[in-house]
Structure formats: structure tokens, C-alpha cells
């Protein structure tokens, strides 16, 4: 019985256990994945880029409760006050509170000028629109979303990375512009093709500048030395066309308590840390080389949504200007560039701007690949200590470039023709910084050698001495001569702009005109000049003034002994309509003018040499007419030349790309036989320029037409060369 009932058991589990088997695999086919066709071991496991489009919404900033105006307004008129001070000091510690929109005028310091606005009433809805605007417009600059939105992410996890990367951004942005309790959040949307991404900015109010103080631990010693007392003046001035030191007075050191920003105005992370640097800066310009900032505290009035600084400064010892050691191989001589320092050892206090001014001077001279200038700081603290003020070294090191280079320079007119000019230069030929330039003119109308020669620094700094002398000889319609000349000027600058010179000229040779032949003439005279010059481009201006006055009492010979007196004068003005970001002008519009006038009194016309007579007509002065084409003409119809002269040239700069550019112009002008311009029958020329800009200046090409043609003249003109026309 009971085998038979195992026997019965086994059976029925024979029969069960394949069927359960077989629904299992079915089971486990079932939830296999489908196969496709991908070789083994080739499986992919990126997966699908998650395309998106991005949308940043900033809304309103909150209105500042009109709380506090009383307390800001206080503190306003304590910064004013302070500013004040310091203006009528001439302290250029005051500009940036000017900068920041302040007004210039004096005002009672109980009732400041520049109170500020924003707590008289809350701002305008328009000034919120303008905010959330700026805002928007900053946030777009730094959105990760919007930069690599072309750029798809692997996954929603990566697209999720990025957005939070922006929530961090605009976080950041809205707590360095001043909202303080601006918060930023994002949301995803999946539900259509292309991911949908919002980002969300909240400002809240904008916090204002509360008090802004500054302390100084420990406090300045400052030098008898320093309370009163003059320096070497950057300028040799007027006094020192006398022979004497110009000089200017300097006032004692001022220590700011205030940081110059505006009590009451929205200040920006930027500003506040220009602020704090700005302070150490003026220091360093105060005889206080190593002030820096030792600590600063920023606190948040949430009650009357404020920000306030404590910013406290280590000023560091007093110390003096030291001299300047060479401390690098140079073939430009020690005392060259020792002479060309704003400031006398031990004169006067440091001034770490009067440092990066001689920096710039010398980088300024074309003798150095680099300049480096570094306070012998070691040294001057040992030097230093309680009670004592020590001159603080300067170590230069330089880099010489060659000095010498070669140059060459290839020009066509229509009515002079084909014409090059090389040119060599050493630019320190004795170890001083002095330049000599020799040119070569092979042109239809002139031939020969000139040089030319400038020693810097000569006798002292800010003075130079000019000279140059030519073997020339020129054929051109109007005389042919051969001869030598020469002048040598001692020039001295006055300030920033202005420039005088005094020297002496001569020429002499053989020169044949109106049939004649080769007759002999000399003339020698002093030369006296007046230059201001305000161009920000010596190359290619954009804004700026350059005027001359050239004024020469001269005795010569030619058939007869004769004396007269010259005059030139000429003005250039640039001016740019338009500006950058930054506030500079662009260049890509300049409109430029010159009038230029000659007179000689003194002589008829036919007693003076040709070559000292006055032209007009050509590539540099009218377009559009032959060469020395305009004024009195011989019995032959060739120049004569006259006694006066003028000249004007309006030309309108345009830029069509960043290295092209076309140049509308209009010339007039007119030689005289009368020793005085009579502002009658100018001739005028009119025409377009193209304009290609190199580094070293643009190239010119010129199609010009005279307006009041001159017999012989042909319709159309046209001039190649390099550079502006003026």
C-alpha cells in the first residue's frame, strides 16, 4: 500500500515538474528585452540628449520703505563736508564722489547739494521696470543655461545640474547689486519635445549705503617733513624758460574717515570693493608705500535696508622718494634714465603714481622690450622706525630692443608721379636716448639726403634738443635748387599740452627760376615756435587739438641783401560723436579739420629765393590740383609762389569695418602775392578716400576733383601714400 502510494507521488511529480518549468520560461521569455541588432560587446549605454529652451523672468524690485531719511541724510552731509575739505584742498582723493554724480557747486554743508534723492521718495515704477531690466540683462550674460544652450546635456540630471548652477549665479548677482534678500529658484518642465526651463529672480528692496566709515590702526605718523613743503613739478612751466627749478607746492597728507560713496545711493558689490582699494591707493600716493587694508566689516540693517562698512587700514611707515639704481645689463646710460625721474632723492614723499608715471615715460621711449621698477623694500625697513621717515630705493630693470631699424616708404601722385623714401634710425647713438634719422627721398621733384637728430633729456629733463640739416635737390615747376640747410632748436615742455622751442635756421645754395639760371642765395634767421598738442593718437587721432605758431625774422641774399619777417600758423581739431561703453571715443566716426596761414613782410616777392615763397596744391594741402598749382603764376604760366598763404581741410573718418575705412574730404586754399592772406578766390577741391589701417598707421589711397579747375589741371586726381592727411 505504501509503495504504491510513493510510487503514485513520483509520478505525479514527473508530470508537474515540466510543466511548472515550461511557465517559468515562459515567464522569463516574457520579460526578456526584445533583441536588436547590435553586435556583441558593442552595446550603447548613453543616454538621449535632453534638448531645452530657457526662459529668465526677473520680477519688480520691492520699494525701499521711506525709513531712516533723517539718519542717512546726516550722514550724507558728514561725507559731503568731508568731501568738501578735501576739494578745496585740490585733493584728488574728492573726484570719485564727483564721478558718481555729485554737484560741483558749493552748497551749505547743513544743506548738502548731493542729498540723496532716493530717500526724499520711493523710487518710480519705471526706475523698478529699469532695475528688473538690469538685472535680466546681467543674468542673461552669466546663465550657464544660455551659453551651452546649443549643447544639449546627457540627461535630465545634467540639465538639472546647469539650472542649478544658475540658481547659484543669480543668487550671487542679486546680492552683489544690492538685494540683499533676493532669493532665485527654477523650474523644469518635460511635457513637450524640448525641455522647458524658467528661472525665476526675486530681488525684494534694494539696500542702500548706510555709514561707510574708516579707522586706521595704528595711527599715521606723519613727518614734520611732510606737513608742509614743495617738489620737483612734473612741467618745467613758465619759470623755467628763466633757467630756475619749476617747483609746485604740496599739501599735508589727508586721511580719509569716509569711504567717497553716497550715503542714501544703491551700492554694488564692484563699487564697495573699488572703494576700499581706492583708499590704499591714495595712501601710497601720500608717502605711505606698504598701506593696505587690515580688516573690513560689512553689516545689513534689515529694519531700515542698509548696508554698512567698517573698513579698518594699516597705513605703515612714512617714507621718502628714493633714487633709481640700474640694477640690469644696459647699453642706455645709468644717469639718462636717473635724469628722467619726476622727482629729486630725498625731496620730497613717496608717490607710488609719480612711480608708474616714470614707468610709462620710459616705456614711452622705443629703447626697452620691458621696464620694471621694484621698491627696495628690504632695505628701506631697516632704515625705517618710530619717529623716522627714509628714503624708499627704486630698482630698475630693463630689457634693451634694438635700437636700430630700416624702413622704407613708396607713394604715387597723378601729377608728381612714382616717389619712395628709405629711411634708417638709431634711436640711442651716444647712450642717451638720442635718435638719428637719415632719410632718402627719390621722388620726380625731389632728390637727396636728409638727417635728423633729438637728444632727450638735454641739460634736464623735459628738454630737448632738435636739429636737422638736408643736401636736397628739387625740380618742380616752380624753381629748381640746389642747396644745403639747417636748424637746430632747443625745445622745452611747459605742461601737459604745451611746448615752446627757440633755435636758429639757415639756407644756402643755387636756384634757377622763371628761365633764369643758376643764381646764388643764403638766408639765416632765428626760429621761435608755440606748440599745444592735445591728440589722444599722434597716428590716426580721434579726439584732441594740435595748434603751431612759427614766427622767424630772417637777412639773406639773393642778387640783393633783403630781411623780413616770417609767420606761420596752423590748427587741427579732431572730434568723435560717438563713444564705447567705457566712454571713450570710437573711431568709427572721426571728423577732422585744419586751417592753416602764412605770411612774410618785409620783401617784395621777387627779392626772396623761390624755395622760401609759399605754395598751394597737391597732396598736402588741396586735393584735386597739380602741385604748387595755386596762386600767382610768371609770364609763363608756371608758379611763382606768393607771400601768404591759407588752407582748410575737412575730412569726415567713417570705418566700415575694423580695417576699412572711407574718408569724404573737402580742401580749400590759395597763395597770395600780398604779404598778408586775403580770404579771397580760395580754390576748393572735394573727393573720397579709402582707407586701410595697419598697425603702423593707415594705408591712404585719394581720388580728388578740383571744384574751380586751373587750366591744365586734369579732372581727376589721385594720391597713394601712407598715413592721414593730416
Known amino acids: 500500500m505504501f509503495f504504491r502510494r510513493l510510487c503514485t507521488h513520483i509520478l505525479c511529480w514527473l508530470l508537474i515538474t515540466p510543466l511548472i518549468g515550461g511557465c517559468g520560461l515562459v515567464q522569463m521569455l516574457q520579460e526578456q528585452p526584445p533583441q536588436d541588432d547590435t553586435p556583441p560587446g558593442e552595446a550603447s549605454w548613453a543616454a538621449d540628449p535632453v534638448p531645452y529652451d530657457v526662459r529668465i523672468v526677473v520680477e519688480k524690485p520691492l520699494p525701499r520703505p521711506d525709513t531712516g531719511t533723517d539718519r542717512l541724510r546726516d550722514e550724507a552731509a558728514t561725507v559731503t563736508r568731508e568731501v568738501a575739505a578735501a576739494r578745496a584742498d585740490g585733493d584728488p582723493y574728492a573726484h570719485p564722489l564727483d564721478d558718481a554724480g555729485t554737484d560741483d557747486k558749493a552748497a551749505p554743508a547743513d544743506t548738502p547739494a548731493d542729498a540723496p534723492e532716493t530717500e526724499k521718495s520711493a523710487p518710480r515704477r519705471d526706475e523698478l521696470t529699469a532695475?528688473?531690466?538690469?538685472?535680466?540683462?546681467?543674468?542673461?550674460?552669466?546663465?550657464?543655461?544660455?551659453?551651452?544652450?546649443?549643447?544639449?546635456?546627457?540627461?535630465?540630471?545634467?540639465?538639472?545640474?546647469?539650472?542649478?548652477?544658475?540658481?547659484?549665479?543669480?543668487?550671487?548677482?542679486?546680492?552683489?547689486?544690492?538685494?540683499?534678500?533676493?532669493?532665485?529658484?527654477?523650474?523644469?518642465?518635460?511635457?513637450?519635445?524640448?525641455?522647458?526651463?524658467?528661472?525665476?529672480?526675486?530681488?525684494?528692496?534694494?539696500?542702500?549705503?548706510?555709514?561707510?566709515?574708516?579707522?586706521?590702526?595704528?595711527?599715521?605718523?606723519?613727518?614734520?617733513?611732510?606737513?608742509?613743503?614743495?617738489?620737483?613739478?612734473?612741467?618745467?612751466?613758465?619759470?623755467?624758460?628763466?633757467?630756475?627749478e619749476a617747483r609746485e607746492p604740496v599739501s599735508p597728507p589727508r586721511f580719509p574717515h569716509h569711504l567717497r560713496l553716497e550715503p542714501g545711493k544703491p551700492v554694488t558689490a564692484e563699487d564697495m570693493l573699488e572703494a576700499v582699494d581706492r583708499v590704499g591707493r591714495y595712501l601710497r600716493r601720500q608717502g605711505y608705500p606698504i598701506a593696505k587694508t587690515a580688516a573690513t566689516r560689512y553689516t545689513l540693517d534689515k529694519e531700515l535696508r542698509t548696508l554698512n562698512a567698517e573698513i579698518v587700514i594699516d597705513p605703515g611707515p612714512p617714507a621718502l622718494m628714493g633714487e633709481v639704481r640700474l640694477v640690469s645689463a644696459s647699453e642706455v646710460a645709468e644717469a639718462y634714465l636717473k635724469r628722467?625721474?619726476?622727482?629729486?632723492?630725498?625731496?620730497?614723499?613717496?608717490?607710488?603714481?609719480?612711480?608708474?608715471?616714470?614707468?610709462?615715460?620710459?616705456?614711452?621711449?622705443?629703447?626697452?622690450?620691458?621696464?620694471?621698477?621694484?621698491?627696495?623694500?628690504?632695505?628701506?625697513?631697516?632704515?625705517?622706525?618710530?619717529?623716522?621717515?627714509?628714503?624708499?630705493?627704486?630698482?630698475?630693470?630693463?630689457?634693451?630692443?634694438?635700437?636700430?631699424?630700416?624702413?622704407?616708404?613708396?607713394?604715387?601722385?597723378?601729377?608728381?608721379?612714382?616717389?619712395?623714401?628709405?629711411?634708417?634710425?638709431?634711436?640711442?647713438?651716444?647712450?642717451?636716448?638720442?635718435?638719428?634719422?637719415?632719410?632718402?627721398?627719390?621722388?620726380?621733384?625731389?632728390?637727396?639726403?636728409?638727417?635728423?637728430f633729438e637728444k632727450p633729456a638735454f641739460l634736464r629733463s623735459g628738454q630737448s634738443l632738435d636739429a636737422e640739416a638736408s643736401a636736397l635737390h628739387e625740380n618742380t615747376d616752380a624753381y629748381e635748387r640746389r642747396g644745403l640747410a639747417g636748424y637746430a632748436y632747443l625745445n622745452r615742455r611747459v605742461n601737459r599740452f604745451w611746448r615752446v622751442g627757440v633755435g636758429v635756421?639757415?639756407?644756402?645754395?643755387?636756384?634757377?627760376?622763371?628761365?633764369?639760371?643758376?643764381?646764388?642765395?643764403?638766408?639765416?634767421?632765428?626760429?621761435?615756435?608755440?606748440?599745444?598738442?592735445?591728440?589722444?593718437?599722434?597716428?590716426?587721432?580721434?579726439?584732441?587739438?594740435?595748434?603751431?605758431?612759427?614766427?622767424?625774422?630772417?637777412?639773406?641774399?639773393?642778387?640783393?641783401?633783403?630781411?623780413?619777417?616770417?609767420?606761420?600758423?596752423?590748427?587741427?581739431?579732431?572730434?568723435?560723436?560717438?563713444?564705447?561703453?567705457?566712454?571713450?571715443?570710437?573711431?568709427?566716426?572721426?571728423?577732422?579739420?585744419?586751417?592753416?596761414?602764412?605770411?612774410?613782410?618785409?620783401?617784395?616777392?621777387?627779392?626772396?629765393?623761390?624755395?622760401?615763397?609759399?605754395?598751394?596744391?597737391g597732396a598736402g594741402s588741396v586735393r584735386g590740383y597739380s602741385y604748387q598749382s595755386l596762386g600767382p603764376r610768371n609770364h609763363k604760366g608756371d608758379p611763382l609762389?606768393?607771400?601768404?598763404?591759407?588752407?582748410?581741410?575737412l575730412e569726415a573718418r567713417i570705418k566700415i569695418t575694423e580695417d576699412v575705412g572711407l574718408v569724404p574730404f573737402l580742401d580749400g586754399g590759395m597763395a597770395y602775392r600780398e604779404q598778408y592772406p586775403t580770404l579771397r578766390d580760395l580754390h576748393w577741391g572735394t573727393g573720397l578716400g579709402l582707407r586701410y589701417y595697419t598697425p603702423v598707421g593707415p594705408l591712404r589711397l585719394d581720388v580728388a576733383t578740383p571744384l574751380n579747375p586751373v587750366d591744365g589741371d586734369p579732372p581727376l586726381q589721385f594720391y597713394i601714400s601712407i598715413g592721414q592727411s593730416f
Open 641 to 649: 609762389g606768393g607771400r601768404s598763404y591759407q588752407l582748410v581741410n
Open 131 to 244: 532695475a528688473a531690466e538690469d538685472l535680466k540683462d546681467k543674468m542673461e550674460a552669466a546663465s550657464t543655461l544660455l551659453q551651452l544652450r546649443k549643447e544639449a546635456p546627457d540627461s535630465l540630471l545634467a540639465l538639472e545640474r546647469r539650472a542649478r548652477l544658475d540658481k547659484e549665479s543669480a543668487e550671487q548677482l542679486l546680492h552683489a547689486q544690492g538685494y540683499y534678500e533676493g532669493t532665485a529658484d527654477f523650474h523644469i518642465d518635460m511635457g513637450g519635445k524640448r525641455a522647458q526651463v524658467v528661472l525665476r529672480l526675486v530681488p525684494g528692496p534694494r539696500y542702500v549705503l548706510g555709514r561707510a566709515v574708516v579707522r586706521y590702526e595704528p595711527e599715521p605718523y606723519v613727518p614734520e617733513a611732510f606737513r608742509n613743503g614743495t617738489r620737483l613739478a612734473q612741467y618745467s612751466g613758465l619759470q623755467g624758460l628763466l633757467g630756475r
Open 340 to 452: 628722467l625721474a619726476y622727482w629729486r632723492p630725498d625731496d620730497e614723499r613717496w608717490n607710488s603714481r609719480r612711480v608708474g608715471n616714470y614707468g610709462d615715460r620710459l616705456r614711452g621711449l622705443g629703447l626697452f622690450n620691458s621696464v620694471t621698477l621694484k621698491p627696495a623694500l628690504d632695505e628701506w625697513r631697516r632704515q625705517s622706525g618710530p619717529g623716522k621717515v627714509a628714503p624708499l630705493p627704486l630698482d630698475l630693470s630693463v630689457e634693451d630692443a634694438p635700437f636700430r631699424s630700416l624702413a622704407a616708404e613708396a607713394r604715387y601722385d597723378t601729377d608728381t608721379g612714382f616717389g619712395v623714401e628709405g629711411e634708417w634710425e638709431h634711436r640711442n647713438i651716444l647712450g642717451n636716448g638720442e635718435t638719428l634719422r637719415l632719410n632718402l627721398p627719390v621722388t620726380t621733384e625731389k632728390q637727396g639726403l636728409v638727417a635728423s
Open 505 to 617: 635756421g639757415g639756407d644756402g645754395g643755387q636756384i634757377a627760376e622763371d628761365g633764369h639760371g643758376m643764381r646764388l642765395y643764403s638766408v639765416i634767421g632765428p626760429r621761435f615756435t608755440v606748440r599745444r598738442d592735445s591728440r589722444d593718437n599722434k597716428v590716426s587721432p580721434r579726439e584732441g587739438t594740435f595748434g603751431k605758431v612759427l614766427v622767424s625774422p630772417v637777412a639773406g641774399y639773393y642778387d640783393t641783401t633783403f630781411t623780413a619777417l616770417t609767420g606761420e600758423a596752423e590748427w587741427m581739431g579732431y572730434y568723435a560723436p560717438f563713444h564705447t561703453p567705457r566712454g571713450k571715443p570710437d573711431d568709427r566716426l572721426v571728423l577732422a579739420g585744419r586751417v592753416a596761414a602764412g605770411m612774410m613782410a618785409g620783401v617784395p616777392l621777387h627779392a626772396m629765393p623761390a624755395s622760401m615763397r609759399y605754395y598751394a596744391g
